[in-house]
Structure formats: C-alpha cells, structure tokens
C-alpha cells in the first residue's frame, strides 16, 4: 500500500516535470501477448507509460499480468509484475546513439491452480542492463544489443546474457516493419543457449498512434529472463511443472498485439 | 562505436559456436533428490470419564523430531490455523504444555472432551546422515469426537513422511497417514510454507485398506507433484484430519 502511493506520488511528480519539457512526448501502449503449446495456452497484458525526463533520459514503467492455463481447463498459474526502468541515451554522434537501460522487475508470487492442491512459488526479482547501439539510416532503424539479466527468487539464482540484433522501417508511411534476432545464454545449475526471432508490423492508425502485431518464436524455449515474457519465465527456476515449463524446456512462440499513443506534452 | 561493434561481433561468434558445439538443451536440471524419511506418528487411548485419554510413554506426534531429550508442546483448544497461511493459534485457547522426548513420544497423558484441538511444536530439526530436515513450526490440528457410543481421535495411528531434504526437490515426497476407522469420509489437509513457496492439499480420508470390505483404518496421502521447487527452510507445516 505504501509502495503503491509512493509509485503514484512519483508518477504525479514526474508527470509535473514532464509537462515542461521542450521536447519527447508521454507514451503510452497496451498490449495483449497470446500462445498455444500443445493445448496449454498463455494469456499476458501489460500496460506501459514512458516518460521522458530530458531530451537524453527517460523513465518506464509497466504492469503486467498473466495467466497460463493447462490442457485441463481449470489448472490454471497465474501471477503479475511491475517493472521499472530507466533508459539514457549516453552518447550520440550524427544517427548513432548508444543508450543504456537498467529495469527491475518485481514479480508478485506465482499460484498454482491445479486438482491436486493449490501450490505457489516465491516472487521473482528480475535486475537487467541493457547497452543498445542505434543507428538510423535510409529509412530503417537497426540496433544491437547486449543484455545482462539476473534473476533471485527464494533460495534460487539465475542469469541470462543475451544479444540481439535488431531493425525497424522508419519510412514515413502507414505501415512499418520490425524483426529481430536474439541469442542467449541462460545459467541455472547448467547454461543452455536459447535463440529467439521475432517479426513484426505496426500500422499508424492517427498521428501519434500506432497499432503492431509480432510474432516471436524461440525455436529450443525462452530463457529465464531477458525477454518480454520473463514475469512468467522466471518462475522456471522452481521448476513448477507442466504450464510454465513448457515455455522453457521445448519450441515455443507467442503473438503480440499492441496500441501506441504518444501525446505532445 | 568502433569498438563496440567489435565487441557485439566477437560475442556473437563466441556464443555462436558454443551454441553449435551443442552445449545445453532443454530445461534446466534438477539438483539431486534426497529425503528424510519419518516413521514416527502413532496414538493409543483409553476412554476415559467423557474424555479420551491418550496415553503416554507409547504415543506419539506425528512428523516431529528434535535436537533435544526433552521438548515442550503446546495444547490449544479450536482450529488455531484457520488460515493456514496467517493464522497463530489464540493465547486464550491455550489449554496446557505437554512434555515429548526428541522422537515425538508424550512424556504427558492428555486427557481431552469431545472438541477440535491444536498441537504446536516449534524448532523441528530431524537430521538422517548428512540430510536435514527443518521446520519452525509444525501444528497438529486434531479432533476428539464420539461415534458408537465410543470416543475416538483423529491423531495418527501411523504415520509416515518422506520429506525432502533441506535443498531438495520437492517431488516424490509425501506425508502419509492412518487413524481410527470412524474417522472414514472426514477431511484432512496439509499445509506447508517455505523459503521457495507454499504446498496446500486437501483431501478425504478413506478406508484403508482399499477395496476391502473390512477397513482397518482411515487413511489419507498427499503426495507432492512432479517438479519442483526445491525446498527452502521451513516455515510452517501443519497437518489438519476432522470427523466426517
């Protein structure tokens, strides 16, 4: 409750100093993730608000909530997260940028559903730092990536390092196209690699808003964290069974849809 | 930005190869399991002028272990564990202490009426080898009612656990038990809460043994599920059996 007016009071004191900014805008998307993996299905909603705080530092904060329901309907694990990140860009020369973002993630605790009993698993914490090099160029938007993630959840521990490769069309039309290419390592007692591909396509509805669906596929799992999906992932490392892990241990994939609006303030 | 492409690149083709070389696949691993396994619950009564007296020196609580020669219990009146979760039982339900040696056996006859009751043990710490099972608090929720013209309990008459070790892996543990035969179609549940989570079962007693037309017992299993997590230091573990 207290964190709760703390994350308002912060929120009203950064949309104060917002509204005097000279340039940026508040952002604001909503999305829904949905997947299907041999009768096991995932349903994930996150909102986010994105607040510059200068022309080179931005604030982020998000809510997620999921749940994951088991090829017996009424099984069901479901949690939700909040998250925080800070983004700054630290050098810029001409249309290259390199921009450092540090995000924590506060999950809340994983329930269980299921026949058998009702069974939860402690809430993850998920510290990550990202380094991303932007480059825009002849109408597209490419950036790499390198990620650091950690994860602690009771007595458990977990890490993923990760690469990304990717590029977005920034031509002045309706519609845009994204892909991207990530590898990661991902250490829990042993370190498995983990590729991930994504494309995706957004459509400008109005100026200032824009509507996406993206498809991403990770052809041997998702890594514990790392990914847009790591508020469920990370409950991997408690091992929790059948809903979560399939996410995990075999080919899995996800589609997203998500609402932009930026506003000018 | 030279020589953070350069960067990006080189770990690229390291991980790359690794990951050619075909290093990992598939979940994560397990650590090794190990349990404890405990054998130690059993009751034997006498009736009693309306109270059920359960009898010292052979009986005993179920679940529990200790590092001492002699340990104090503690006999509350209710259900102190309401919710299972929260829940500490009313110092005004404070009944008496009783006296048990370090595998459970009562040191004190109990002599109870007809009623719910709760048995707190604190500092459970069994050790089998290397292995090592703790727990801060195990509860006993228990009932003493009357049935055929008898009164009966629904303390364990055997009991058996086979409880993940400190660390372990949950799955292919379970908590076990039998008690008197009228308690047959009464609920039971087991509530466990540690570093890593929290276990909540629920489940019925049924005859034991099965498919007889003659029981001997009523008998309730809960078993844990496939995977994990591993477990971390005990909170709390209190078992409950109620009549039917």
Redesign the interface.
Same mark, same amino acid.
């Given at each position: 409750m207290r964190r709760g007016c703390l994350v308002t009071a912060l929120f009203l004191l950064l949309s104060g100093g917002v509204w005097g900014q000279p340039s940026g805008g508040v952002q604001v998307s909503t999305l829904w993730r949905g997947a299907e993996i041999e009768g096991r299905t995932l349903w994930l909603s996150e909102q986010t608000l994105i607040l510059p705080l200068d022309t080179r530092t931005e604030l982020q904060v998000g809510w997620q909530r999921f749940a994951a329901k088991g090829r017996v309907r009424t099984n069901r694990f479901s949690s939700s997260a909040r998250w925080l990140a800070v983004e700054r860009v630290m050098r810029e020369e001409g249309d290259r940028q390199l921009v450092l973002q540090v995000r924590r993630l506060d999950g809340s605790e994983g329930t269980a559903d299921v026949a058998e009993g009702l069974f939860t698993y402690t809430a993850p914490r998920i510290d990550t730092t990202s380094l991303l090099s932007v480059q825009r160029s002849r109408g597209w938007t490419t950036g790499s990536r390198l990620l650091y993630a950690q994860v602690r959840s009771g007595t458990e521990r977990a890490e993923t390092y990760g690469i990304s490769l990717e590029a977005a069309s920034t031509r002045a039309s309706h519609w845009q196209v994204q892909w991207q290419a990530a590898l990661y390592a991902d250490r829990h007692r042993t370190t498995t690699y983990r590729p991930m591909l994504g494309v995706g396509l957004s459509y400008r509805l109005a100026p200032g808003a824009r509507a996406q669906v993206q498809a991403t596929v990770a052809p041997r799992g998702f890594p514990v964290a790392g990914t847009p999906i790591e508020a469920l992932t990370a409950f991997t490392v408690h091992r929790p069974g059948g809903l979560v892990e399939s996410w995990r241990e075999r080919a899995a994939g996800y589609l997203t849809f998500q609402i932009t609006a930026q506003t000018g303030l | 930005?030279r020589i953070?492409?350069t960067?990006?690149g080189a770990?690229?083709m390291v991980?790359?190869v %690794?990951?050619w070389n075909g290093? =990992? #696949? #598939? &979940? %994560?691993? %397990? +650590?090794p399991s190990q349990y404890i396994l405990l054998q130690n619950g059993k009751v034997e009564v006498e009736q009693g002028e309306g109270r059920i007296i359960i009898k010292a020196g052979v009986s005993q609580l179920p679940g529990v272990g200790f590092t001492q020669d002699v340990v104090i219990v503690q006999l509350y009146q209710r259900d102190g564990f309401q919710n299972p979760r929260s829940d500490l039982p009313s110092p005004s339900d404070f009944i008496q202490d009783f006296r048990v040696r370090r595998d459970g056996t009562l040191l004190d006859e109990l002599r109870l009426p007809v009623g719910v009751y709760t048995a707190v043990a604190e500092n459970i710490h069994v050790r089998q080898g290397n292995k090592e099972f703790r727990s801060g608090l195990t509860a006993f929720v228990f009932e003493v009612f009357k049935s055929g013209g008898r009164l009966h309990t629904t303390l364990p008459v055997a009991f058996e656990a086979k409880f993940p070790a400190l &660390?372990s892996?949950i799955e292919d543990s379970y908590v076990r038990f039998r008690t008197d035969l009228a308690a047959v179609g009464g609920r039971s549940s087991l509530f466990l809460q540690h570093?890593? =989570?929290?276990?909540?079962?629920?489940r019925q007693l049924e005859p034991w043994p099965p498919d007889t037309n003659n029981p001997s017992h009523a008998n309730v299993s809960f078993?844990a599920?496939? &995977? =994990? +997590?591993?477990l &971390?230091d005990v909170q709390r573990l209190i078992l409950k059996a109620f009549k039917p």
């Open positions: - | 930005m953070l492409r960067l990006v770990l690229f991980v790359l %690794a990951m290093c =990992g #696949g #598939g &979940g %994560a691993a %397990a +650590p &660390g892996v570093r890593n =989570g929290t276990v909540d079962m629920h078993d599920l496939r &995977g =994990g +997590p591993t &971390g």
